[in-house]
Each structure stands twice: as C-alpha cells, then as structure tokens.
C-alpha cells in the first residue's frame, strides 16, 4: 500500500535496479457519468416499457448524463414518430445534414436525408443512432434498449499516446515519482475499454516511431488495455521512454498478475 505521497510500488530488477512505479487510469468522465445513469436501477435502467411502439429498438446516446432522464421520459413518443415514417435505421450525422439544409433555406430545393421526426429525436434526445432489434419470444411487448454511449471523432495511434501524456501531466503521478529517488520512475496507465477513443487506437494501431512528451519527473511510460479478444487474459501493451521510441507487443497473462509480469517481462 502507498502512503504519504509514495510511489505505488518499487520494481526490483535483477541486478538489484531498483525503479519506482505509479499505477494510474485514463478514464473519460463523461463517458462513466452517463453510463453509471443508464445502469441506475434507482433511476430506471437501460430498459424501457414501450407504450406506443410496435417495434423493439436499440437507442445509443450522446455523453451527456443529463439526457438520460429525457430519454426515458420522451424515447417511446419519439420513436413511435420514426417508426409511423416507416424508418428501421437512424443517425445523428443524416439528422445533422437535414438540419442544416433546412436552417440554410435549402429545404424545398434539396431533399433532406431523413424525414424531421429523425431530427427531432437526434437533437432533443441527444441521440447518436438508433435501430429496430430483434428479441426472443417474438411475441414479447415490444422494449426500448439504451445502450452505452459511444465517443465519435477520428482515431490514430496519436489518440492513445495523447491519453497517456495527459495523464503524465498530472500533479499528482508527477509529484510521486518526483520524490522517488531511483533512476528509472515508470508511469503505467491502465486504459478501459470505456474509454473508448484511446481503447481503440491502443488496440487496433501501431504506436508511432517517436520518444514520448515527458516531464522530469517521470523516465518510463506504459500503456496497457485489455485486448478486447475472447481471450480474457490477453493485454496489448506500447511502452516508451525519454531514450526509447514507443514499442508494442500483445501478452497472454492472468490478469492478477498482469500488471508485474507486463513491467518485468517475466
């Protein structure tokens, strides 16, 4: 256990080396605060009683726990609206593009992708897609799913190292392994799959040919994900230094001992 502004733990080399250790998460805050409304069993869940839709759906939102209410208030008037216009599929970005046609005064000359009740429903529930769904016995009263959100945006190798030196920019990692007195000070950023962007490029990339931005204070950086295969107990892992370019490499490991044997090699 750590204390008094310690390292989480020392790394014992063979040789005798000894190198200090801080564990962190990258996390995306919004992204969990959405999410954890959308599990609340107190609030409702991730399911809602359709009333006026024939159809099941699937609905992903936007990352904004605020709309979480609003959705399973209004979701079954507004998708009844959807379906009645004979619509199985939606998006934000067809909504996006309608109103905007219309906003410009091009709406009598150029046909909008989707009728208006899709754009109703991607801008006043903060929808990003939603879908009909299939579900077991087909004669159950139709349901309404909200699934986790997603992020959107472009990903690149760039995208996970951005997350990792954000989190080598903080106080706190900088100031434990800037009062460690060993040589080597190892910063190791754990990303979750929820944190979607970085768990993607981290996962599904190469890291790039070049040093990381450091502080100082901290000599080694480590970014390790879940592979998201069905192995469970397989680990993608890029690795870097102030010296050392970004390398990668995937590691089968239990995931009780993941952590020490990805920092050791062993």
């Known amino acids: 256990m750590q204390s008094h502004g310690e390292c989480d733990f020392d790394l014992h080399y063979p040789n005798g ?50 709309a979480i209410p609003v959705i ?79 992020g959107s945006g472009r990903v690149g190798p760039s995208v996970a190292v951005k997350a990792g030196e954000q989190e080598s920019q903080k106080k706190d990692n900088k100031e434990k392994l800037g009062a460690a007195k060993t040589e080597e000070r190892h910063l190791a950023v754990y990303i979750d799959v929820m944190n979607g962007l970085p768990w993607c490029a981290l996962t599904y990339f190469e890291p790039p040919a070049a040093l990381p931005k450091l502080p100082e204070e901290i000599t080694h950086i480590w970014l390790i994900a879940h ?15 102030t010296k ?12 009780t001992d993941a952590l020490a044997v990805l920092l050791t090699g062993s």
């Not at 962190?24 to 009683?49: F, M, N, P, V």
């Not at 309608?98 to 929808?127: F, H, M, N, S, T």
Request: charged fraction near 30%; glycine fraction near 6%; charge should be positive.
């Open 17 to 66: 080396t000894i190198a200090a250790v801080e564990v962190t998460e990258s996390t995306d805050q919004l992204q969990e605060w959405t999410s954890a409304k959308i599990r609340s069993k107190k609030e409702g869940g991730s399911i809602i009683e359709a009333k006026r839709c024939k159809k099941s759906w699937m609905i992903v939102p936007m990352k904004d726990a605020r």
């Open 72 to 150: 399973r208030k209004r979701a079954d008037e507004y998708l009844a609206k959807v379906e009645q216009a004979g619509i199985e599929n939606f998006k934000y970005l067809d909504a996006q593009t309608a109103r905007r046609q219309r906003e410009a005064g091009l709406g009598k000359v150029l046909d909008p992708p989707v009728p208006r009740c899709v754009e109703d429903i991607c801008y006043d529930l903060k929808i990003m897609s939603g879908g009909v769904i299939r579900i077991i016995p087909e004669e159950a009263p139709p349901k309404i799913f909200i699934s986790h959100p997603i």
């Open 227 to 241: 592979s998201g295969r069905s192995n469970k107990d397989e680990f993608v892992v890029w690795r870097a230094s």
């Open 244 to 255: 050392e370019p970004w390398r990668s490499q995937r590691v089968a490991v239990p995931q």
